[in-house]
């Protein structure tokens, strides 16, 4: 019961639609009618501006950080049978987090896809593979000003630099570190369809 409460309250938090919730306040729209029509902080930027874009961006990334911490702060019985060690049930919850990101029970279950608050829990987890990542990510939009692009690549990479560069052999983590890419690709199916095509947006820090 412990257990179910702090994935329960884990997805209640990545559920915060900060995006939504930032364009209804500052600019009164939903940004999901506008741009590329996500909740997150790429599409935050094409609509509303940088100095809306950071905050979501950042409270983005807090959700899947906070989300790994509920373990600390005795939400869950690590001995559990259930669970092996503590990096298990902090990767539990940053999933939830992540869920609630994607599928948000504040706003009506549409939201954003993922990336900010995965990188989050990377965070909370592993900061040097979250700073490979992040370093991948920064590399391909850099050259391309594809942002789309660049998720997909840290993602596909990361199960790669996680068990050959740091050598996590753990088979849960790496089963985790397997399912971010699977679970990015779908999030962005809509880009790669895109960028196949070559009809997809380029970042650009000017708002709409």
């Known amino acids: ?17 900060t995006a939504v919730w930032a364009g ?20 935050a930027l094409r609509v509303l501006g940088p100095g809306i874009a950071v905050p979501v961006l950042l409270l983005d990334i807090a959700k899947g950080l906070f989300a790994t911490r509920l373990v600390f702060l005795n939400f869950i019985e690590v001995n559990s049978f259930i669970l092996a060690n503590l990096e298990e049930a902090r ?3 940053g999933i939830a987090a992540v869920i609630g990101h994607i599928f948000p029970a504040f706003a009506r279950f549409k939201g954003g896809k993922g990336i900010a608050t995965f990188f989050g829990i990377l965070i909370g987890f592993h900061l ?5 990542s992040l370093a991948l990510f920064l590399f391909i939009v850099s050259i391309t000003r594809y942002v789309s692009l660049g998720s997909i690549v840290g993602a596909l990479f990361y199960p790669i630099q996680l068990i050959f ?8 983590i790496q089963i985790f570190s397997i ?8 999030t962005h199916r809509k880009n790669i369809d895109r960028l196949l095509k070559g009809q ?9």
């Open 128 to 132: 040097p593979s979250a700073m490979f």
């Open 200 to 208: 997809e947006n380029k970042i650009s820090f000017a708002k709409s």
């Open 24 to 43: 209804k306040l500052f600019a009164g729209i939903d940004v999901r009618e506008h741009g590329s029509g996500n909740a997150g902080a790429t599409n």
């Open 91 to 93: 990767l539990i919850l």
């Open 179 to 186: 399912l971010i890419p699977l679970i990015v690709i779908y």
């Open 1 to 17: 019961m412990i257990l179910f409460i702090a994935i329960v309250l884990a997805y209640l938090i990545g559920s915060i639609p």
């Open 165 to 172: 560069i740091f050598h996590i052999d753990s088979l849960f």
